[in-house]
């Protein structure tokens, strides 16, 4: 068995290693806060902002339509978009209805909203006449 003494600085070098390792690597985070609601109107476009302080952090859209299961919504060409980091929904429909959360990943960091925001709260709304 090691003497006392050897033991702690044995164990001060272990942490003092964790701390220089860890040091500079900061939390993934999204920087804008993520609202309970998403308003949208029937036949329009709904934008979720996924945007990480991580330009290179890879998102995804989950959806809850029905308070189950998260499925993750797919880029598709006519129905969801993704800029940067920004979804864009096109042309809501009534199934679009639900919860939605944005799931970001950097390296070994994997962030999400908290649970309780991005309900899509859809209303038919007015239809403009440039709508039209």
Request: net charge positive; charged share 15%; proline share 8%.
């Amino acid at each position: 068995m090691l003497p006392q003494p050897l033991i702690l600085i044995t164990l001060f070098v272990h942490v003092l290693m964790i701390i220089c390792f860890s040091a500079g690597v900061e939390a993934l985070k999204f920087l804008s806060p993520p609202a309970p609601a998403l308003p949208a109107l029937l036949g329009f476009n709904m934008v979720i902002n996924c945007t990480t302080d991580e330009p290179n952090a890879t998102v995804k859209l989950l959806h809850q339509p029905t308070f189950d299961n998260w499925v993750e919504r797919v880029v598709t060409p006519n129905k969801l978009i993704l800029r940067g980091q920004v979804f864009t929904l096109l042309n809501v429909i009534v199934s679009d209805g639900g919860r939605y959360n944005c799931e970001a990943t950097y390296k070994s960091q994997t962030v999400r909203w908290p649970t309780f925001y991005g309900m899509a709260v859809i209303s038919l709304g007015k239809l403009n006449a440039s709508r039209i």
